[in-house]
């Protein structure tokens, strides 16, 4: 099964932007479609977007769409979110999923 570790959480002003990382622990990684989701307090987990293996595809949740991009480098078994025009509703724990595995997150925090 693979592992997913996510990276680059922080702190961020309204309005601005961030981009998360996803690395994966092994080559299958370009071969799976790519997602991911976020989760607020109080919230259920929430569907952000899904890429397919070779990053050709992407969809989004109607929340998202337009601000937030994912892609994806095969070669180094890493994804993606790149985040802009951040609102404090845009805070939560961010996930990334392949195949039913998942990260620990990375904790999101849009305020200023």
């Known amino acids: 099964q693979v592992q997913l570790v996510e990276s680059g959480g922080r702190l961020v002003q309204p309005g601005g932007s961030l981009t998360l990382s996803c690395a994966a622990s092994?080559?299958?990684?370009?071969?799976?479609?790519m997602s991911w989701y976020r989760q607020a307090p109080g919230h259920q987990r929430e569907w952000i977007g899904t890429?397919?293996?070779?990053?050709?595809?992407?969809t989004y949740a109607d929340s998202v769409k337009g601000r937030f991009t994912i892609t994806r480098d095969n070669a180094k078994n890493i994804a993606y979110l790149q985040m802009s025009s951040l609102k404090s509703e845009d805070t939560a724990v961010y996930y990334c999923?392949?195949?039913?595995?998942w990260g620990q997150g990375t904790q999101v925090t849009v305020s200023s």
């Open positions: 092994d080559s299958s990684f370009g071969t799976l479609n």
């Open positions: 999923e392949q195949r039913s595995s």
């Open positions: 890429t397919t293996p070779t990053g050709a595809y992407t």
